[in-house]
């Protein structure tokens, strides 16, 4: 767990040292377990990250963007009654604990003061974030409620007294001596790391891993003062925040970590680690969520064609004996004088055959000769004519595959705001039905909302994150001699750059954009081809986001998501500037 009690400790001297005694100015609620505060302090906004997601529960400033809802849940309404415009007198840890106790002041309707705590427990699939009325001690809301019925320790529901979770008899791990240890530890039973996390409040097995680890042989005298000495480090606040990866999985701490072998990234700051931790993980779980019946029915969308496919290319090959079938009615015509109702085949002198070899051809006994001749005929003919048939359904089916993977590969990068483009897309296509809402006023269509980066030169590059986007941006708002990019032959988005004529690095830039919202983006190396707008064209009836293009050049490119966040950062910032 990278988010225990010492980053806890790290964490809140930072909210400390930013948000005492500013201002709460805004509070808003993007999602179901978030919370976004903005404090006005020293002549600055900070933006607090307050999260009690079940699995990226953490608090922290940030600097993202988060969409809010057009109705603002009953637990924001509350926040706002309470803590807009109340003075962030304090931010502390309890009992180097994963809970973390905002203290505010402010004054009613009255006029009166009063005192609040905005309490956040980051405790896993229990986190929740609960307003206190510091003077009574009594819950006012919580973004979870536990009734008696769930939890027997505590209830955390509206007019009931606020009781922090339980610490099981744990020791604060600051307060820790080499006596202490020697106290606590039993050397002979083995899995020090384990009696660590069991012994210490908010103490990881990643920290006690790491204790264990800088200790060599751990025994009495070494891993005491191992761990005394890394709690020395954590005190004085000798943090080195690092996001470690190792190909396969990726993950931080406030600490150099020397018993993992991966590659580290350090970053200024604990909230800036996790800002750059998190980036799009929570928003990625909520459109899961959002959109799991869509991936759901275009996953059997498409397993239903490929099934489809496999049928029609067995019928494709049978159709494609349709001349053997002529050969043999004409060849059973020319020997009907040999053929006797009731045999059940015959071989035949196959007269095109320069070498003058026999065919040995089937028959029905319950049919004369001349029906069995005719019934190879008929073969014949049907083969014939479902030829193109069955070519055209398979280049529809393929065509429905390809369709089923553009949609399964923008729902991987799709934020929440393109799910319902998406899903009106998918109803126009037929593939879901209306929803029926009773009194729902029917929506006016509007331009889609492209995403926008900005080059390192400063060129605008716009991308398409669905098809709606795609069409949008290729046919309708991008100029003829702008330059489009697309992965070749792979699912995923249209980019457009606003220059005639862009730099070779603008043009880098923007195949990585390409490379990074596609199928591939997990890849090394992936093609991306690229040309003016005026050499792609949408086919008369072709699918949403469908094109072809010609005239085109390739990149290739490995998807870079430390350049594409430094792209959206920069327009990020240049926008904020606009007047």
Not at 14 to 35: D, F, M, V
Not at 202 to 222: D, H, K, M, Q, W
Not at 304 to 332: C, F, H, P, S, V
Not at 461 to 480: E, F, P, R, S
Request: some cysteine; proline content about 5%; aromatic content about 8%.
């Amino acid at each position: 767990m990278s988010f225990d009690g010492v980053f806890t400790y790290a964490i809140v001297g930072e909210l400390q040292e930013a948000l005492a005694g500013g201002r709460i100015t805004k509070i808003h609620q993007p999602s179901a377990y978030e919370i976004v505060m903005l404090v006005r302090a020293r002549g600055h906004n900070h933006k607090v990250m307050l999260s009690a997601h079940p699995t990226y529960a953490r608090v922290h400033l940030t600097n993202e963007t988060y969409d809010n809802p057009p109705e603002p849940p009953m637990f924001c309404m509350r926040l706002r009654k309470h803590l807009e415009g109340s003075i962030v007198e304090a931010i502390r840890q309890v009992e180097f604990d994963r809970i973390i106790v905002i203290d505010t002041k402010g004054r009613d309707e009255l006029g009166d003061v009063q005192t609040k705590q905005l309490i956040i427990e980051v405790m896993g699939r229990h986190s929740n974030i609960i307003l206190v009325d510091a003077s009574t001690n009594t819950i006012i809301d919580s973004l979870k409620h536990l009734p008696p019925s769930v939890n027997r320790y505590r209830t955390v529901l509206p007019g009931h007294p606020y009781i922090a979770p339980p610490t099981h008899g744990k020791l604060n791990p600051l307060e820790a001596t080499e006596e202490t240890m020697l106290k606590k530890i039993d050397f002979h039973a083995g899995k020090l790391a384990h009696q660590l996390v069991s012994a210490f409040s908010g103490i990881s097995p990643l920290f006690a891993n790491e204790a264990v680890f800088r200790a060599g042989l751990a025994n009495r005298a070494t891993l005491p003062k191992s761990f005394v000495t890394l709690m020395n480090d954590v005190r004085n606040r000798r943090f080195a925040p690092t996001m470690y990866t190792n190909g396969e999985k990726e993950w931080f701490y406030i600490l150099p970590l020397t018993h993992i072998q991966a590659e580290g990234k350090p970053f200024a700051s604990a909230s800036e680690l996790l800002d750059r931790f998190y980036f799009g993980k929570a928003e990625r779980d909520r459109v899961k969520q959002q959109a799991h019946d869509i991936e759901r029915l275009m996953a059997n969308e498409k397993a239903k064609n490929e099934k489809k496919l496999l049928k029609l290319e067995q019928t494709l090959a049978e159709a494609k004996q349709a001349d053997m079938y002529r050969l043999y009615g004409e060849l059973l015509t020319a020997h009907l004088y040999a053929v006797k109702r009731g045999m059940t085949e015959i071989e035949v002198t196959n007269y095109y055959d320069e070498r003058g070899g026999t065919v040995t051809i089937l028959l029905d006994p319950q049919k004369s000769p001349s029906d069995n001749a005719q019934h190879y005929f008929q073969k014949y003919q049907k083969a014939k004519n479902s030829l193109a048939v069955v070519r055209e359904q398979i280049e529809r089916t393929k065509e429905d595959i390809a369709y089923c993977d553009t949609i399964l590969s923008q729902l991987e990068t799709a934020s929440p705001k393109d799910i319902e483009e998406i899903r009106d897309e998918l109803i126009e296509q037929g593939y879901l039905r209306p929803r029926a809402a009773k009194g729902a006023k029917k929506r006016k269509p509007t331009a889609p909302e492209l995403d926008r980066y900005m080059a390192s030169d400063g060129t605008d590059i716009l991308v398409g994150k669905n098809n709606k986007q795609n069409d949008y941006l290729t046919t309708k708002l991008a100029h003829k001699d702008d330059v489009w990019l697309h992965v070749k032959n792979i699912p995923g988005s249209h980019v457009v750059i606003r220059n005639k004529q862009p730099s070779e690095q603008t043009l880098l830039e923007a195949a990585n954009l390409a490379a990074y919202f596609s199928k591939a983006r997990h890849s090394g190396s992936v093609p991306v081809d690229y040309t003016r707008v005026r050499y792609v064209k949408k086919p008369s009836g072709a699918k949403p986001g469908f094109v072809i293009y010609e005239n085109e050049q390739t990149l290739y490119v490995t998807p870079d998501e430390e350049l594409v966040r430094a792209m959206k950062q920069r327009q990020k910032e240049h926008a904020a500037k606009q007047p």
